[in-house]
């Protein structure tokens, strides 16, 4: 099933916008925290209905979500001429946003990941094992 990047290019300008001013006061940070969590629940509702989401510089898949986690979450990185540079997988996954950094990030945990990110392994070789490892979304690839 095609999905449309405009829900993920959507939110990024959400998370733009609210990022633009500093949190000054209790007010400014209830807002920001919910304009946070109103993002993130907009993404997991996709990864719901959809098992999938991609973007610029991403795709990701999962087998289902629960609440606010990810089940069997796969993510694919892409660099800027959509080429895969890195692929990871999870048992479970959470979504984070940094409204400051306008920055989603996916933090899996009990998976592995291959890629040539940075000099670690090519695409094809054996993965590499994690515990808890965060991967930058919506954003280039670092070395882009």
Known sequence: MKICSGLVV??????????????EDSGDRDRARNVKTGVEDRLYARLREEGQLFGRYFRVFVVGVQGRRLLRATVVLLDGEGTKVLVAQGEEGEIEGDLRAGAISLKLTHGTYWGKVRGEKAPGREPLPFKRRTFLVNQPPSGE
């Not at 959507?10 to 949190?23: H, I, T």
């Open 10 to 23: 959507g939110v990024f300008a959400v998370v733009l916008s609210a990022s633009s001013a500093p949190a």
